[in-house]
């Protein structure tokens, strides 16, 4: 199992940025698919991006798609998330998360929570109006 750690939150103002960084350890890190997703106060954990094994392959939220970019760096066993033009609705707990990759031809991105085995502990992220 891969463990992942999660880093680069804090409190923002309406149309800053952020990057938030997720280091993994444990498992040879090009073998996984990673994914953010974000859970504000009281509400259920939202898909927001994910990329594939190779970085080749991104998919992203509507509600985030175009300030936000997804990427990876599999020398350094890390995710990060560039969050850019951030709104008081992004504040949220984000959270990194892992599932082994796909070798199928086709790309699938995996949007559900369900779908990935491997959790951080989540980063708040606060975005002030």
């Known amino acids: 199992q891969v463990q992942l750690v999660e880093s680069g939150g804090g409190l923002v103002q309406a149309g800053g940025s952020l990057r938030l960084s997720c280091a993994a350890s444990?498992?040879?890190?090009?073998?996984?698919?990673l994914g953010w997703f974000r859970q504000a106060l009281g509400k259920e954990r939202l898909f927001v991006a994910t990329i594939s094994w190779s970085g080749t392959n991104t998919y992203y939220a509507d509600s985030v798609k175009g300030r936000f970019t997804i990427s990876r760096d599999n020398a350094k066993n890390t995710v990060y998330l560039q969050m850019n033009s951030l709104k008081p609705e992004d504040t949220a707990v984000y959270y990194c998360?892992?599932?082994?990759?796909?070798?199928?031809?086709?790309?699938?991105?995996?949007?559900?929570?369900?779908?990935?085995?491997?959790w951080g502990q989540g980063t708040q992220v606060t975005v002030s109006s």
């Open positions: 444990g498992r040879t890190f090009s073998d996984y698919e």
């Open positions: 998360a892992a599932v082994p990759r796909q070798f199928s031809s086709e790309y699938r991105p995996r949007r559900s929570w369900f779908e990935y085995n491997a």
